[in-house]
């Protein structure tokens, strides 16, 4: 049996799950969406409204702005997640660049980081650079530190087991390393799954997807049945290092072959390079010869591997949607169009029915919010989740990561 603590967290769950979904609601509504009683649901919102995760949805609102027409009966008071208190740190670990964030329990629906240090190149100049550069006010403690890290990636153990791009993070624990300099728990999420998490916080209602970011690497993270997946091992869609034969490009993870070295953004450069020997190395060569003559054999072979891989991945795991980010984005649509139509081929799915192509901005400060949420501020173990479902862990709304 559910205790009571850990009954009222799944509740608080649940609220926060419904708001992030619709964004601005009454106690009625969180009731009828939450499938709670009204005393529940009002007694649930009060205690959030008390520990400010969340706030009267009329702050900040012009008066004029409401409508003028008569009600009947009393109105209900609208709510929302909190937007002005500052409740956990964000920080993004970058092959180039890390960059950071203080931020509220709101979502928002686009990155937007206030710090930005090159990436140190030691776990000590790390915590000097952060040190230096994050402001701290001792009268706003935080609920969490939020690090999104690349590579294979121990999350429970707040650690890096590979990243080839950062290798002195294979040999720190970064959530103790932050959690000395910020004095809070730190959550640790794998870049990619961040990634995936602010999708789903986003678009809660969409179907089942495999994400795929195309950036410093290729990688990506699936939600099935509505929650972030999670195999058996510390490490889950690795796309970028699957082998592709006749590729003869050295990895940095130290195998040769990785599709990475194709469809990174610096294995397009490398290939556009290999076909223009004259000309610059560059991403903005790489887009102004795209622009000018389309998609060029040394791309289209690219794409092609790509689709293959993706299509591949999405019928391992069931999934009709795809969603992609990264330098798919800076491209002309043809790209987007061609690497669609590829994955489209290879997806079982689309023998039956449409396969589904999203290219979508990053939204990992929504993921690692999220995970904040799930993790520290209301978290519940799959156990107490199964008793309140009837036996069964859920995989449903109640669920936040």
């Known amino acids: 049996m559910a205790t009571p603590s850990s009954l009222r967290r799944i509740n608080q769950r649940k609220v926060v799950r419904a708001l992030l979904s619709v964004g601005t609601a009454s106690r009625a509504d969180l009731a009828r969406l939450t499938e709670l009683s009204q005393p529940t649901a009002g007694k649930i919102v009060d205690d959030l409204l008390a520990a400010s995760v969340l706030e009267d949805a009329s702050l900040g609102v012009d008066p004029s702005s409401r409508s003028e027409r008569p009600k009947i009966g009393r109105p209900g008071t609208m709510v929302r997640l909190n937007r002005s208190r500052t409740r956990f740190l964000a920080i993004e670990m970058g092959v180039v660049r890390t960059r950071a964030a203080y931020l509220p329990v709101a979502a928002q629906r686009e990155d937007q980081w206030t710090h930005e240090i090159p990436t140190p190149k030691s776990p000590e100049e790390l915590v000097t650079k952060l040190g230096k550069s994050l402001p701290r006010d001792p009268n ?233 949420l799930d993790r520290v501020m209301f978290p519940v173990t799959d156990e107490s989740m199964a008793r309140n479902n009837g036996g069964a862990v859920a995989e449903d709304a109640t669920a936040l990561a």
């Not at 929650?227 to 699957?242: D, I, W």
């Not at 798919?328 to 079982?348: F, K, T």
């Open 140 to 372: 706003m403690p935080l609920d969490a530190i939020l690090v999104s890290m690349p590579g294979v990636v121990d999350e429970a153990g707040g650690r890096s087991l590979l990243c080839p791009n950062i290798r002195w993070m294979e040999r720190v624990n970064i959530s103790r390393l932050l959690r000395g300099l910020f004095d809070a728990p730190t959550v640790v999420v794998q870049e990619n799954r961040a990634m995936a998490l602010g999708q789903l916080a986003l678009d809660p209602d969409g179907d089942d997807f495999l994400l795929v970011e195309l950036g410093d690497g290729v990688g990506g993270a699936a939600v099935v049945r509505g929650r972030l997946y999670n195999g058996p091992l510390p490490l889950s869609g690795e796309l970028g290092h699957t082998p592709i034969i006749g590729n003869p490009r050295k990895c940095g993870c130290g195998s040769t072959g990785c599709m990475e070295t194709l469809l990174s953004q610096n294995g397009l450069i490398a290939s556009f390079a290999e076909a223009n020997k004259k000309a610059p190395r560059t991403w903005a060569a790489v887009k102004k010869e795209v622009e000018e003559k389309g998609i060029r054999p040394w791309l289209s072979k690219s794409l092609e591997v790509a689709g293959a891989t993706i299509a591949g991945a999405m019928n391992v795991l069931g999934v009709r949607r795809v969603v992609m980010s990264g330098w798919i984005n800076d491209l002309p649509e043809v790209v987007a169009h061609q690497l669609s139509s590829s994955i489209s081929r290879g997806a079982m799915w689309g023998r039956f029915g449409e396969v589904a192509v999203d290219i979508s901005d990053k939204h990992r400060m929504a993921g690692l919010v999220w995970a904040g």
